[in-house]
């Protein structure tokens, strides 16, 4: 392992990275923590929030694992300093559940099997919370055009888009997304 | 250092006063991919994404005035063809909602999208300096070599200036459908007066332009035997090299192909 990359994989602090007081409302809650300037919001919500829902996997932008909504539209929350989002609203997928209660995506994802190792699924859950709140009867276009920046390694799509689909269905019915 | 300014007086301030000794972050969707890997070590950052200005559009004689901080996702909603095309074409939504079109011209990638239709559109931009004002340039004149720009360290990129009235059309050809880098990608535009812009993208150590290409086009009404004489043209105006992703041979051929599908779909028999 290259000595400028931490155990997380996300790159170690410079020696004279300056600490940052970050201030988010996440999931609804306003959070404060110091944290070095280079953190992403993927590791701040990792490894300073306690928010281990939202995945890392490629750190560059390419698979969509650690999507999470800032203000409302979806970002990879690898390729956003944390900094960045200074007194904004971050949702997580830890915010799609009512208490036992699932979301709807939640709910059709496990109904159609849409999940085999289930990295991906937090980010997917996130970037079709949005594409269903911006187009909640999106066309084969929006759908793809929503969902493209997600990828999964594991089961072929088939089954995450019917969950997706049958979701869509029931939309706008189920609560808001936060 | 991490600084964040709100409004873009002070970023100008910010970035006159430390010049080369502060990096520019604006969606951060490049820089934030060099700094996961370890290969962007900033001494001082001039985080842009916070500037309250940054997203405005104005519309004023028949031109689009784009801030800087304008987004691909922006784009893809605004009524130029080919700017509007390429900024879908870029990533996923994640990717689009935090990229920008002045951090795709600052990063000066070979293969940016969005520079290419900026070019078939003979777009302007400007870029200012505290206390120094601004200067308008083409995007033609924007870029020097491999990953090397005019930006000067005490500028930033504040505004690009697109046509609103030109007929324009954008291909890019990719290994995948979606957040993907382009093989070959290509824009065409017209003006009002019948003046063509083309332009082509990963055929060179910068976005590049085919001003002969279009010398011909300009001179002669489009028909078919100008057409193939034009994607012949384009072929000797482009210096791809081969790499992982394709032969220089092929992105030589595709840009010849690409010109041909664009003229032929869009611009001839006066369609769109």
């Known amino acids: 392992m290259p000595e400028n990359v931490s155990e997380h994989g996300g790159a170690a602090s410079p020696a004279d990275d300056s600490i940052w007081h970050w201030r988010c409302k996440v999931n609804g809650q306003i959070i404060e923590r110091d944290l070095p300037a280079s953190t992403t919001l993927l590791h701040a919500l990792r490894d300073h929030c306690s928010l281990t829902g939202t995945k890392g996997a490629c750190e560059e932008g390419e698979c969509g694992s650690c999507t999470v909504l800032l203000d409302g539209a979806p970002v990879n929350s690898c390729l956003v300093l944390a900094a960045q989002t200074q007194d904004c609203q971050v949702t997580t997928i830890e915010a799609m559940a009512s208490g036992r209660k699932l979301h709807i995506l939640q709910d059709k994802f496990l109904a159609a099997g849409a999940a085999q190792c289930g990295y991906c699924t937090p980010g997917l859950i996130m970037a079709a919370a949005a594409l269903l709140k911006q187009h909640p009867d999106p066309t084969p276009d929006e759908f793809l055009q929503g969902m493209e920046g997600n990828i999964c390694r594991c089961t072929g799509y088939k089954a995450i888009s019917e969950a997706i689909r049958q979701a869509a269905q029931e939309w706008p019915t189920p609560p808001e997304v936060p | 250092m991490l600084y964040q300014p709100q409004i873009l007086e002070e970023a100008l301030t910010l970035k006159a006063d430390l010049g080369g000794d502060v990096d520019a972050l604006a969606g951060g969707t490049d820089l934030l ?79 940016g999208d969005g520079c290419v239709a900026l070019l078939a559109l003979h777009a302007e931009m400007e870029l200012t300096r505290a206390g120094r004002g601004s200067r308008r340039l083409p995007v033609r004149d924007f870029f020097l070599d491999y990953r090397r720009t005019e930006l000067r360290p005490e500028e930033l990129i504040t505004r690009v200036v697109v046509p609103a009235d030109w007929t324009s059309a954008w291909h890019k050809i990719g290994k995948r459908g979606s957040v993907n880098i382009s093989v070959v990608c290509a824009a065409v535009a017209r003006s009002p007066q019948g003046r063509f812009g083309v332009a082509f993208g990963s055929v060179g150590p910068y976005p590049l332009t085919a001003p002969k290409t279009e010398a011909l086009l300009n001179a002669a009404a489009l028909t078919p035997e100008l057409i193939d004489e034009a994607a012949a043209m384009a072929q000797t105006e482009v210096s791809p090299i081969s790499d992982h992703r394709a032969s220089a041979a092929y992105r030589r051929a595709m840009c010849g192909t690409l010109l041909r599908r664009l003229l032929t779909e869009h611009f001839l028999n006066g369609r769109d």
């Open chain 2, 33 to 111: 991919v060099a700094l996961s890997r370890g290969q962007w070590r900033p001494k001082n950052v001039l985080d842009l994404s916070r500037v309250v200005e940054r997203s405005e559009i104005r519309k004023a004689d028949s031109r689009f005035s784009l801030a800087h901080g304008v987004t691909h996702a922006q784009l893809t909603r605004l009524p130029v063809r080919a700017l509007a095309e390429a900024a879908l074409s870029i990533g996923g939504p994640q990717i689009r909602n935090r990229g920008t079109l002045a951090g795709n011209l600052g990063t000066a990638s070979p293969a």
